[in-house]
């Protein structure tokens, strides 16, 4: 069965934005071969952090490259 990105992304947004109360702003997950890479804007490096977690929770062994910039 093939693998169905549109799906996979809509998950990890779903877990992403549930695990930080909806705190990133413009999230966006880019699904690369080999990683996955967080975009967007929160106001602290802590809802960062969850952010993060939330994608390694769903997806343990994926390479993650969190780029989510922290400022006001």
Do not use: C, W
């Not at 996979?8 to 109360?21: F, H, I």
């Not at 967007?40 to 062994?61: C, D, I, M, N």
Request: net charge negative; hydrophobic share 40%.
């Amino acid at each position: 069965m093939p693998l169905n990105l549109s799906q996979l992304r809509s998950d990890l947004e779903n877990v992403v934005q549930s695990r930080t109360g909806r705190r990133v702003l413009n999230l966006d997950i880019d699904l690369q071969p080999e990683r996955v890479v967080l975009h967007g804007r929160t106001v602290s490096y802590y809802v960062k952090q969850l952010a993060q977690e939330g994608v390694r929770e769903f997806l343990p062994h994926v390479a993650l490259e969190n780029e989510i910039i922290v400022g006001s």
